[in-house]
Structure formats: C-alpha cells, structure tokens
C-alpha cells in the first residue's frame, strides 16, 4: 500500500487510525475472554500497551512447532486471522507465568486440562551432561511408545539373546556340513550382545560366557548380565526389562544386514570367475598326425 501525505495533520490522522485499528483488534481478543496471546511473529509496541491495559498477557516471536505443541496441550486452536477468532478457539490453562532460569527468561505454561503434548525441562552442569540425559529421556520415552503399540515385554540384561543362543547350539548339533556351521556361527553373533554387556561391566567375557552357557543349559532362561553388581544373575529379580518389538526388530534387521552382505560377496565372486571354454576341435588328435600305415 501506498500512502500519500503532504500536510501534518494527515500525520496525526494516519497515527490515530492506525491507533484505532490495533485497538479495534485487542477489543476483539478481548471480547472472546481471553487473558494470554501467544503470536508467531512480533508484537506492535502500541498493541502491546493496549494489551497490558486491558490484563492480557502477550507472548511473541514464538516458533511455529511451539505453536502447534500449545495448541495441541491446550486444546486451542492456531488462528492466522483476528476475524476468525471466537471463543470456542481459546485453550485452558491454570498458569501461566514468566520465569527466570539463570540468564533466561521462560513462559510457563502449567495445568493444562488433558494435554496432548507436554515439554521436559532439563537442567546440567555442562553441555555435555544436559545432552547425555537428553538422550537418556527420549530412549525411555522411545521404550514406553513402543511397549504401548505392542504390549509385550521381554527379560533384559543379554538373557533372551543367551537362551537364542543355547537353542541355536543345540539344534546345530542335529545338523551337518555348512548348514551346521551357519547355526553355529549365527548363536554366536547373538551371544555377542550379553557379552558386550558384561565387557562394559568391567566382567570376564570368558568366564561369563561359560557360566551363562551353564546356567541357561540347565533351564534357568531369565539369567543374565547384572552390569550393576558385575555378575551373572536373574534379571528378573533386579527387574530389567526390554520391549519385544525391540528384540524381534534387532534379531530381524541384523539378519537381513548379514544376509544381504553375504549376497554382495557372491556376486562380486562370480563376476571374477572365468567363463570355462569347451575344447576346441580344432587341433585335436585328428589333424595333429601319428603314424601312418603307409
């Protein structure tokens, strides 16, 4: 828009329209109860007083994926449109208030009524030890989400790859040739899993990895590695369990990893073999002479 003015008063006009207009937008969020704004982009000073004036609380300059999370915590709705907006688009909270933490400044949003998203708020010494409980978080939240879409869980702590394992070395003994080989060699890349465990532990690899052998031959299916105490031991009785759509997905795309590798060596294999010609009949005992009977 292009606005053309050639006398001073048609300055003050164009401040008091523009003043009218902003005030005309807060009376609007005003009328639909609402005491906090949150905006994407920035704030006019001149609104902001309006704002004030009136107890609401404005908040700008908030990222779109904070939007949308408010949104869905609140169950209010994003309006792009001050004329779209009624009272029904409005989310509940019990709290909001603005906090310092160190250096920062931070809006609270609290009491949220059902909330479909939610923010953890995590604190350290250093960079390094907020990002290690960081990933500690999301790996325990990732275990929940996947115990919820498939509501079954296993004993940790290396047994079920242990008990694969035995399985594996004893049907191998039913086998013979390559075949036997090939069970054998797969039990022991699954055996790998509770002895890194017992590595990490600061545990003997050998010593364990025949003491778990003897006590999962005779039955006792649930022992495993007790990384806590460095010892082979129930983990059902120090309470460590994993999701199975974990363990099925691990022992699944670390066969098909295998596999395909194992497809990739034959074909460059067979790209170095030489073709084997057929004889030729040319120069063959025929035409090489012997001796005639002349």
């Keep these: 828009a292009k606005i053309n003015i050639n006398n001073p008063e048609q300055i003050k006009m164009f401040l008091d329209e523009e003043n009218r207009m902003l005030k005309a937008m807060v009376d609007k969020i005003k009328e639909t109860g609402a005491n906090v704004v949150v905006c994407q982009k920035g704030i006019d000073d001149i609104a902001q007083h309006y704002l004030a004036k009136a107890g609401i609380l404005a908040v700008r300059r908030a990222k779109e994926s904070d939007m949308t999370k ?6 209010g709705r994003v309006v792009t449109s001050l004329e779209d907006l009624t009272p029904a688009d409005l989310g509940k909270a019990e709290l909001v208030e603005e906090r310092k933490v160190e250096e920062d400044k931070w809006v609270f949003i609290e009491g949220c009524k059902n909330p479909k998203s939610v923010t953890i ?3 350290g010494g250093t960079q390094r030890v907020v990002e290690e409980v960081e990933r500690a978080v ?20 290396g047994s079920p790859e242990a008990e694969i394992a035995q399985k594996l070395l004893d049907w191998a003994q039913t086998l013979s040739g390559r075949e036997q080989l090939a069970a054998q060699k797969f039990a022991e890349a699954v055996e ?17 990895l025949v003491e778990l052998r003897a006590r999962h031959s005779k039955g006792e299916k649930t022992t495993g590695i007790n990384a806590m ?4 031991d129930d983990a059902e009785k120090f309470r460590v369990f994993e999701p199975m759509a974990v363990k099925e997905q691990i022992l699944a795309a670390a066969t098909e990893a295998a596999t395909m590798i194992l ?3 034959d074909v460059i294999a067979a790209s170095k073999m030489k073709e084997t010609k057929p004889p030729s009949e040319k120069g ?3 035409e090489t002479g012997g ?3 002349e």
């Design 284 to 286: 063959g005992a025929g």
């Design 291 to 293: 001796t005639g009977g």
């Design 70 to 75: 408010l949104a869905r915590a609140t169950g």
């Design 263 to 265: 497809r990739i060596d």
């Design 229 to 232: 105490k460095g010892k082979v």
């Design 121 to 123: 708020f995590i604190r």
């Design 138 to 157: 999301h790996d325990a939240l990732s275990v929940v989400k996947d115990v919820i879409l498939k509501p079954y869980i296993v004993v940790g702590a």
């Design 192 to 208: 790998v899993i509770p002895l890194t465990i017992a590595e990490n532990a600061g545990m003997d690899p050998i010593d364990t």
